[in-house]
């Protein structure tokens, strides 16, 4: 998924300042997505570049200017193409490339790191369910969120059970004199 594109996604339903989109951002798409202003920028920069977003200067003569940014019919064009487009297969996934390495770890440390994401991750699922529920297709993300949650959660408990404690030697570990 891009920053980009997610911008573009949110511009296409109204014109909004940098602020407003963080604020959107952060209140409808936590779950799935997050950016922080220093990374916002730069992305409705590149957007400006490509021609996919205008931008209107609001604001007083002095003090700070705001920026309004709208996205235009090459931006939605590009929009359309992106949700039409398959789903990355690979990609990113910090809790696979960390248990990939769990070999690394004495084996009661590696029960402690299973356990303890199994309960951020239950966390994070009930946390979901309770917050206020979006409407339109922003809830079947929240809905997507978590079942993935809960999926890896359960997949963590499984595997908890099946994990050999026989681990080759660690260089995590520290060696006994």
Known sequence: MSLPHVLLGLLAEESRTGY??????????????????????????????????????????????RNLYRVTAAGRRELRRWLGAPYPVRGKDERLARLAFFDLLAPADRRAAMLAQER??????????SAPAPSGFRAVARRGAVEKLEAARRFLHTLGSETPEAAPASPLVPKKK
């Open 120 to 129: 951020a991750l239950a966390q994070e699922a009930r946390e979901l369910r």
């Open 20 to 65: 407003e989109l963080e604020r959107a951002m952060r209140e409808d798409l936590d779950h799935v997505w997050r950016a922080e202003y220093s990374q916002i920028y730069p992305a409705l920069a590149r957007l400006r570049r490509a021609g996919w977003v205008l931008l209107k200067v609001l604001g007083p003569r002095r003090g700070p200017r």
